[in-house]
């Protein structure tokens, strides 16, 4: 399975983000997940639990490993594309079909591109794949969890890849031809699965396996990729979730002027293969600050990324070899627009834990080896966030809304839906 990257086409880059945004902002509004952001800390037991809470920590309790889990659906953006911090959408079905297995089906929307004026691929993946949660009977035993899926866990599976070329292209018998359009994969996972608060999911872990084109001579390419997919999980949990139980988990009535913290869900994006080796770097830091004891804050950011790829042409059968820089720094003022509610209701302290809308701007410079020149690109945008702490040192942090360009040129792209999301350091 080939797999490209290149500098950015501004006319074809919205194209599937337009209706990613969209489906995620419909499945926000779904009554059941405003339920569980408004009022996660606040709800009360239904059904007595004495046995299992009294063996778990607080931790497990918000990562919902009590409850028995017989399904899950999952509606996740995963970041493949650290270059220009493209999300793509993908929805599975996991199903248990033994104590410790599942049986998982997925669709991922996929869209890759190729150096320079080659063209753009757009397509489909599909896959199959069996996990085995290896620690669950061990834990089950010793602490009494439910049987759940929020574990680490080792899966095995096979994928069916699609692509459809754009139009114009019939030139690049490598990409238009038929047999270069499919392709079957078979792999191997190694993953931490956990949900979080009733809808929150979040997946992560490393994938090696081989892939190769079909109705072509049989030269499997190998594969090792890191993978990140976050997003929104539901099923029919039996309870409901006692804020008691996870005040020490969310740090409910910690006051918090400012907060010190760094997205690691991005910082390394792997990809080794046959035709392709890819390597993307991307540390960052952000500073928030409260406007007095105010509801408004400050948030500053400040990042960095440098990837590396190189690539096979097999229309000239030779390899070419990029690399790529950018420097961004963001402003943004943020107004938590239910925190001094949720403080009068006594579920929360005077933090920065809440939900918030936003106003900010970016400004980045970048640089590819086949540019002449450093290219800047300011953008200002609006957001609603979902910001939350948890745990001593960790937070997560979305964001949804639009992004507009300040300089592009003329028949280029003018905006495109923002979608944020990370999961981090508190220093």
């Known amino acids: 399975m080939k797999i490209y990257i290149n500098k950015t086409s501004d006319v074809e880059k919205g194209r599937y983000s337009n209706v990613i945004a969209l489906l995620l902002l419909m499945l926000l509004f779904l009554p059941g997940f405003i339920q569980a952001q408004k009022d996660s800390i606040s709800y009360g037991l239904t059904n007595n639990q004495d046995t299992i809470l009294k063996y778990i920590s607080p931790?497990?309790?918000a990562f919902m490993m009590?409850?028995?889990?017989?399904?899950?659906?999952?509606?996740?953006?995963?970041?493949t594309d650290l270059y220009r911090y493209r999300n793509y959408m993908k929805v599975g079905v996991e199903k248990r079909i033994?104590?410790?297995l599942t049986l998982e089906l997925g669709l991922e929307q996929l869209y890759n591109e190729v150096p320079s004026e080659f063209p753009l691929n757009?397509?489909?993946?599909?896959?199959?794949?069996s996990k085995w949660y290896y620690r669950l009977n061990k834990r089950?035993?010793?602490k009494n969890v439910a049987r759940n899926m929020s574990d680490n866990y080792i899966s095995i599976g096979v994928a069916y890849t699609r692509y459809w070329v754009n139009k114009g292209f019939s030139d690049w018998e490598d990409f238009t031809s038929p047999k270069s359009r499919s392709a079957i994969s078979g792999y191997l996972k190694w993953g931490m699965q956990r949900r979080f608060l009733k809808n929150g999911h979040a997946d992560m872990g490393f994938e090696v396996g081989l892939s190769n084109k079909l109705n072509v001579k049989l030269s499997p390419s190998f594969i090792f990729s890191t993978y990140v997919n976050m997003g929104l999980a539901f099923t029919k949990d039996k309870f409901m979730l006692d804020g008691n139980k996870l005040c020490p988990v969310l740090k409910c009535y910690d006051a918090s002027n400012f907060a010190l913290k760094s997205n690691?869900?991005?910082l390394l994006s792997l990809h080794l293969s046959e035709f392709l080796n890819r390597i993307a770097i991307n540390p960052n830091i952000a500073f928030e600050r409260k406007v007095g004891n105010?509801?408004?804050s400050i948030n500053t950011e400040a990042n960095g990324i440098y990837g590396y790829s190189e690539y096979y042409f097999s229309y000239n059968d030779s390899f070419n070899n990029s690399d790529f820089w950018r420097f961004g720094f963001q402003l943004e003022g943020r107004w938590y627009y239910n925190l001094k509610r949720r403080m009068l209701q006594g579920k929360t302290g005077n933090?920065?834990?809440a939900n918030y809308i936003t106003i900010g701007g970016l400004y980045n410079i970048s640089k590819a080896d086949y540019q002449k020149k450093w290219e800047s690109q300011p953008i200002i945008y609006g957001a609603i966030g979902w910001q939350r702490f948890f745990g001593k040192h960790m937070y997560y942090d979305i964001q949804l809304g639009y992004e507009y360009f300040l300089n592009t040129e003329p028949n280029v792209q003018e905006s495109q839906p923002r979608i944020k999301m990370g999961i981090g350091y508190r220093f």
């Open 59 to 61: 931790m497990e309790y």
């Open 66 to 79: 009590h409850e028995e889990t017989s399904w899950l659906f999952k509606v996740n953006t995963t970041l």
């Open 98 to 100: 033994a104590p410790s």
């Open 122 to 129: 757009h397509g489909v993946h599909t896959s199959i794949e």
């Open 140 to 142: 089950i035993q010793q």
């Open 264 to 266: 690691v869900s991005s």
């Open 294 to 296: 105010s509801a408004f």
């Open 351 to 353: 933090s920065l834990s």
